[in-house]
């Protein structure tokens, strides 16, 4: 559920579709093709959005993955980085 205004640009719904097409439509973690399947960037659009629209730092996930990964990841404080200053 993410508000990032980058994933409403229309250049990134017309990569994604490439990248999937790229992919086989089928999830580059796990091989499925049978569900929902994901757009994920390698390099996290936070820590490099330069490469945010670059194919090569994008891969076809499947749904199961793409949770999996979120789930690795949350202990990171992401939001809160400099907000602590005292
Ligand atoms: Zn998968």
Known sequence: MTTDPFYNLHAWKTLREAVKRRDGYRCTVCGTAAI???????Q???RR?????????????????????RT???????????????
């Open 72 to 86: 690795r990841t949350r202990g990171k404080p992401k939001r809160r980085r400099n907000t602590r200053r005292w």
């Open 44 to 46: 996290p659009f936070a």
């Open 49 to 69: 959005p330069d490469l945010a629209l670059d194919p090569s730092n994008l891969r076809t996930i499947c749904r199961t993955c793409h949770n999996r990964k």
């Open 36 to 42: 929902p399947l994901d757009v994920d960037h390698i």
